[in-house]
């Protein structure tokens, strides 16, 4: 499995909220969506999550499918509110300028989800 602190390296991602020790986080898969119902859904524990979204919801589903994290793409930015949530419900944030087509692209060429293959 992928750590996280290998994949922010490689990705170049910009850390919004990171805490100490989380870059050893491992790393299952990754989902991509923006529908908070459907990534509920859909994503598996362990996995990062591409959105677009940027609300505090975004914390709060993330915690609740115990994700490693959420990447926001395309350059958008989080509220402020979002930021102090992602802090007290301990969930890595960051950002990236790249589509969340080619994070993910990025992501598999590190290696994530090829193991659940």
Known sequence: ????????AELKLTPLFLLPGSYENEIKG???????????????EGDLWLTVQTSMNVVAVARL????????VEGHLPQEDTLKKAEQEGI???????????TACLLYGCGVGREQQ
Do not use: H, W
């Open 1 to 8: 499995m992928m750590k996280l602190g290998k994949v922010v």
């Open 30 to 44: 990754c989902y991509i969506g923006d529908l908070l119902s459907n990534v509920m859904a859909q994503a598996r």
């Open 65 to 72: 499918l115990d994700l490693a994290g959420v990447i926001i």
């Open 92 to 102: 890595p944030l960051f950002s990236t300028r790249e589509s969340a087509y080619k």
